[in-house]
């Protein structure tokens, strides 16, 4: 199982960027995927995901509000639009597959696809 993040880049802060979560040679329709961050010097957290279970979505407190993670049905791919920017959303995201998408987004990943670059300054 692999999987590839794309859609970073550089924004002004309260900019948006649309993140692209893709499985290379499969559909991301019946799992459950994750988004996850890490920011220079800091450990990774979970930002969002969403249950292959009714499409049940989680966010963190920190982006409540602000990004929305949703289902490309006729790409079959899973995108994360973040709205309102702020400099301490900079960070490597990645999405994953995972066992489990609940409050507080935990760590239950299977497997990790590669990160992309986000980074909000002015």
């Known amino acids: 199982v692999q999987l590839q993040a794309s859609g970073g880049g550089l924004v002004q802060p309260g900019g948006s960027l649309r993140l692209s979560c893709t499985g290379v040679?499969?559909?991301?329709?019946?799992?459950?995927i994750g988004w996850f961050r890490q920011a220079p010097g800091k450990g990774r957290e979970g930002v969002s995901c969403i249950s292959e279970h009714n499409d049940r979505t989680q966010y963190a407190e920190s982006v409540k509000g602000r990004f929305t993670i949703s289902r490309d049905s006729a790409k079959h791919t899973v995108t994360l639009q973040m709205n309102s920017l702020k400099p301490e959303d900079t960070a490597v995201y990645y999405c994953?597959?995972?066992?489990?998408?609940?409050?507080?987004?935990?760590?239950?990943?299977?497997?990790w696809g590669q990160g992309t670059q986000v980074t909000v300054s002015s």
């Open positions: 994953a597959t995972s066992a489990y998408c609940l409050p507080g987004i935990p760590d239950t990943v299977h497997s």
């Open positions: 040679g499969f559909s991301l329709d019946d799992y459950t």
